[in-house]
């Protein structure tokens, strides 16, 4: 069974670095029949696609976070992670990575971590 | 950005109701629209891909339907189980995904 769990901080100071990882099991981040992404939820709030990476390298992202996000994939560790520039309050959220599914020409997130909170203070 | 409009925002409903969520995109996107149902502090989980296809698992008194700007997702017999927020995605556009703002189905 596929699982996927994210692991961070918890709590992030404004203008530090918000890193988190997924550790993906019962998959592999190096097959090329899944996409790899993140999305977050405000509390009390609805869905924000932050962006994906395939096993290549090759990443899209939200544009209204582009300048300040980098996902990457290490296939080594079945991992990917995120990493998220000079957060302030408006990026705490709960974080959730999830895998992506290619079928039927368009593209669907089938597998979900449980998600993790992830606080910015100043 | 293509946006997605959920309509309603809410409901009300009773066990055995038949409810039906619209999702209107902001330009066509054929049929690259998925539904995926949230409980509180849980993660989404996919309920119907490609606008019509139901994933494994799922009972099949959900059902997904529509393509261009129009889709809409049914329950023809509300289960005790099935109060959650619902939500649509696009994954049409590969430069930015995005989702509706969510529909909660509340008991009556």
């Known amino acids: 069974q596929v699982q996927l769990q994210e692991s961070g901080p918890g709590l992030v100071k404004a203008s530090e670095t918000l890193s988190l990882t997924c550790s993906v099991s019962?998959?592999?981040?190096?097959?090329?029949?899944?996409?790899w992404s993140w999305v977050r939820q405000p509390p009390g709030k609805g869905l924000e696609w932050i962006g994906y990476?395939?096993?290549?390298?090759?990443?899209e992202y939200n544009p209204s976070l582009k300048s300040r996000v980098t996902i990457s994939v290490d296939k080594s560790k079945n991992q990917f992670s995120l990493n998220l520039n000079s957060p302030t309050a408006a990026d705490t959220a709960v974080y959730y990575c999830?895998?992506?599914?290619?079928?039927?020409?368009?593209?669907?997130?089938?597998?979900w971590g449980q998600g993790t909170l992830i606080t910015v203070s100043s | 950005d293509i946006q997605m409009t959920q309509s309603p925002s809410s409901l009300s409903a009773s066990i055995g109701d038949r409810v039906t969520i619209t999702c209107r995109a902001s330009?066509?996107?054929?049929?690259?629209l998925n539904w995926y149902q949230q409980k509180p502090g849980k993660a989404p989980k996919l309920l119907i891909y490609?606008?019509?296809s139901l994933q494994g698992g799922v009972p099949s008194r959900f059902t997904g339907s529509g393509s261009g700007t129009d889709f809409t997702l049914t329950i023809t017999s509300l289960q005790p189980e099935d109060f959650a927020t619902y939500y649509c995605?696009?994954?049409?556009?590969?430069?930015?995904?995005?989702f509706g703002q969510g529909t909660k189905v509340e008991v009556k």
């Open positions: 330009r066509t996107i054929g049929s690259s």
């Open positions: 019962g998959a592999s981040v190096g097959s090329g029949d899944y996409y």
């Open positions: 990476v395939y096993y290549t390298g090759s990443t």
């Open positions: 490609a606008a019509s």
């Open positions: 999830a895998r992506v599914k290619w079928d039927l020409l368009t593209y669907y997130f089938d597998f």
């Open positions: 995605q696009q994954t049409y556009s590969s430069l930015s995904w995005t």
